[in-house]
């Protein structure tokens, strides 16, 4: 999938704020600090589209970005970031629950998990809610290489266990290095079309 060009379209708190178009969406979820905003950013091949920051939980709205005047991406909030007010972290969900219900066009999602932790109830709500939607869900592995090998691997039976997959039904990804690219565009160039994704899902 070549990427010609993408732009940031705007930042909602809520569903009347949503932009209304046809576009095809893909939306990336994950915990704070999992890497969300440098792997879109690598998959679209900018160093600065979405803004990262040193400290986690700088996402708190949802951010949509158009991708070759055709296909949408949407950054959402990070969750359970320790450091940001009860207040406000505490509205995270609802807002994620509510997009997941909310967004007609959701292609598919891309679940991020730092390879380094083991998911948990926010993992398990978000592809629950994401399944009642019958969304796809791409289970994304962040941060791959920050381990060894040997590591890597038992960090992979670690989250199979738990999720209760296959591996062949997660995405190994680096935003460092770009491994996964090819893939996850391959997923999303895909599903745009209308054609079944392979190696995406979560049961």
């Known amino acids: 999938m070549k990427i010609k060009n993408v732009r ?11 932009p209304d178009f046809p576009h095809p969406e893909f939306a990336f979820f994950g915990r704070s600090n ?7 950013n690598m998959l679209v091949n900018r160093k600065d589209l979405v803004k990262t920051g040193q400290k986690p939980g700088v996402t708190r709205t949802i951010n949509f970005f158009v991708m070759n005047d055709a296909i949408s991406l ?13 207040e406000v972290s505490g509205g995270f ?17 891309f679940l991020l998990i730092d390879i380094r932790r083991v998911p948990g109830d926010f993992e398990h709500q978000i592809i629950t809610a994401l399944h009642n939607q019958k969304v796809p869900v791409a289970i994304t592995l962040t941060k791959c290489d920050k381990l060894t090998k040997n ?3 038992k960090n992979l039976r670690l989250i199979e266990a738990e999720l209760g997959i296959g591996r062949e039904s997660m995405f190994i990804t ?12 391959g997923v999303i ?15």
């Open 93 to 109: 969900m609802p807002m994620l629950m509510t997009y997941i219900t909310k967004r007609k066009n959701l292609r598919a999602a």
């Open 189 to 203: 160039s895909g599903a745009a079309s209308g054609a079944p994704e392979e190696g995406a899902g979560a049961d």
């Open 74 to 86: 949407v950054d959402l909030p990070g969750f359970g970031y320790a450091r940001i007010s009860k």
């Open 174 to 185: 680096s935003a460092k290095t770009g491994e996964g690219k090819k893939d996850l565009l």
């Open 8 to 18: 940031f379209l705007k930042s909602c708190t809520k569903p009347s704020d949503y």
């Open 34 to 40: 999992v890497g969300k905003s440098s792997l879109i």
């Open 151 to 153: 590591q890597k691997e």
